[in-house]
């Protein structure tokens, strides 16, 4: 369907000019932003509850939550504590950055350290829209198969990180961790796998490291200026 | 982005213009179209490995198979015994009705009693593409978690089966079969639900079932002419 391409590709142009203007201010205010990015029921939100318990006390953190319907996600992320703010899309199957920008109103950036970003639960049209993010993380997890890599590349080409979740269902599963990291290596041989498991806590420790240097690496937070 | 709306109406007005000729094709050679779609990795590839083969002294079936990239569900599907074509949609997020269209040249229809079509892993965008089909299956599986129907409500609004796979990991997963059907019925209070596990073969016979009786529902298959 060519016609489909051409159309999106003005969508997509468009989508670009407002996230490079929301990375722009980003970087003004000293924030880093992080999406996640997988298909339905990875465990994006169970990552970013553990995340908020868990690293409340060194960084202040806050998130956006992109749904087609409910509420749900959004409750959960702030009953742990890091405050959410809802998009739903209305079927719509992806978060765009006109959507962002305008969710970002609800907070104010240069008082957070961090910002993540959980986009729809949809493993394909997600990653074909730059939401100015400075870290992409695609979330699989191991019910899902191990030839999600392969069958799905372009989630995992554009990422920086890919965690691993539900390591604790592996066996059951029948899942091959080599298979999964075979694949990821094929497309990116850089890409770091973090194999997690939100339920029992197995390997959290390294996704708090990943998160603490993608702080690390944009600078120290700025004092808080009030 | 109410750009992307209008645009996207155009493509879908086209795709269903294409989908009501599928479907005079399919009713003229007499042959049971049903299409698969689901998250990544819930269990369509493997459905119709088991359908494949336990089906087969009944009917005479084919498959065409939607994926981003890669041949692998086609190449599982045909050594179970369904003949299989693949279309690769290069990162598209769903088939439309003009690639199941050219797909579809493999195939002599009549020959056909049914045509499985499974489509890419993706539990938002096939749903606003119809290919003519007779009957739409939603796929879920266990680990997803009991709250996709409310969470991905268009789906399961147009489908005319829901199946629930994986259900030997549904206690691994803390996975609610009341929630989840309980979230069914508010979308649509006549959509069966099927609990299956592909891997145990646990609820398989109802399946089977239940496409028997959609042939049925079709009219006898046509004799063979030659």
């Given amino acids: 369907m ?3 391409i051409r ?5 997509v142009t468009e989508n670009d000019r407002l996230a490079a203007e929301l990375a722009d201010r ?4 000293g924030v880093l932003v992080i999406t996640l990015m997988s298909s339905p029921g990875a465990g994006k939100t169970t990552l970013l509850e553990a995340t908020a318990s868990q690293l409340a ?3 202040r953190m806050a998130a956006i939550d992109g749904d087609l319907a409910t509420d749900r996600d959004t409750r959960r992320i702030a009953r742990a504590g890091m405050p959410c703010r809802q998009i739903n899309t209305g079927g719509g199957c992806h978060l765009g ?6 969710a970002l109103d609800a907070y104010r950036l240069p008082d957070l350290d961090i910002l993540f970003i959980e986009n729809v639960g949809n493993l394909v049209c997600p990653a074909a829209f730059d939401l100015g ?4 993380v695609v979330v699989s997890s191991t019910p899902e198969g191990d030839d999600k890599p392969v069958k799905y590349p372009v989630a995992f080409r554009l990422a920086d990180c890919v965690i691993l979740n539900k390591t604790d269902l592996a066996e059951a599963a029948d899942f091959s961790a080599e298979a999964f990291r075979a694949g990821v290596r094929d497309i990116n041989a850089d890409l770091p796998v973090l194999e997690i498991s939100c339920k029992t806590g197995e390997g959290l420790a ?3 490291q990943w998160v603490s240097e993608a702080r690390e690496a944009l600078g120290p937070p700025a004092p808080a200026d009030e």
Same sequence: chains 1, 2.
Avoid: M, T
């Fill in 2 to 4: 060519p016609k489909r």
């Fill in 7 to 11: 159309l999106d590709k003005a969508i």
């Fill in 57 to 59: 006390s060194r960084f």
């Fill in 133 to 136: 993010e400075h870290r992409r």
């Fill in 26 to 29: 980003y970087d003004r205010d």
């Fill in 206 to 208: 390294g996704w708090f």
């Fill in 97 to 102: 950055a006109a959507q962002v920008g305008e």
